[in-house]
């Protein structure tokens, strides 16, 4: 049978729910939703686009945080790079509504790992995204900022088999 969409596509797909998902599950962490915690929700969407219905399908419903977690499986993304933007977006959303709730920054940390981030990492990763979110003016200048950090995490990574 004829596909529209090739196993890529598929995978992107999968890939932009699985992120979604993710920072829906940081959204609720707090119990408290912000109105720039959805503005966000819904840029990110638009980013790996995402229709507002599909979002609405990830989000319709879900009172508790694993309410849907199996419908919607975690997928690691593959270069180490795009881990960081994960968990960029992650400790991004973390922060917006103007305060860090323990169990949000608990979730970004157990993200990291099931991001492949190794442990000993982690905090220090979580800190200097949290301290310097704000005082650069894109994403590729925090990578740049960041890269020594980052360096270490792909050294250690790619010592290890994910």
Not at 59 to 71: F, L, M, P, Q, Y
Not at 75 to 82: A, C, L, Q, R
Not at 142 to 149: H, Q, S, T, V, W
């Amino acid at each position: 049978m004829f596909s529209l969409f090739s196993n890529k596509d598929k995978k992107k797909k999968q890939m932009a729910r699985s992120h979604i998902n993710a920072l829906w599950e940081i959204l609720l962490a707090d119990g408290r939703t912000h109105a720039n915690e959805l503005k966000m929700l819904y840029e990110r969407a638009n980013y790996h686009k995402l229709t507002k219905k599909e979002v609405d399908a990830i989000t319709i419903n879900r009172n508790e945080i694993s309410a849907n977690k199996d419908d919607i499986p975690f997928i690691k993304p593959e270069t180490v790079e795009e881990r960081f933007h994960f968990i960029y977006d992650l400790t991004c959303m973390m922060m917006i509504d103007g305060d860090i709730d323990y169990r949000e920054k608990e979730m970004c940390k157990d993200y990291a790992l099931r991001l492949g981030f190794q442990r000993n990492f982690i905090d220090e990763l979580i800190d200097s995204l949290t301290k310097n979110i704000g005082s650069v003016s894109n994403l590729n200048e925090m990578y740049r900022k960041l890269y020594p950090i980052i360096k270490k995490l792909k050294m250690a990574n790619d010592n290890k088999s994910s």
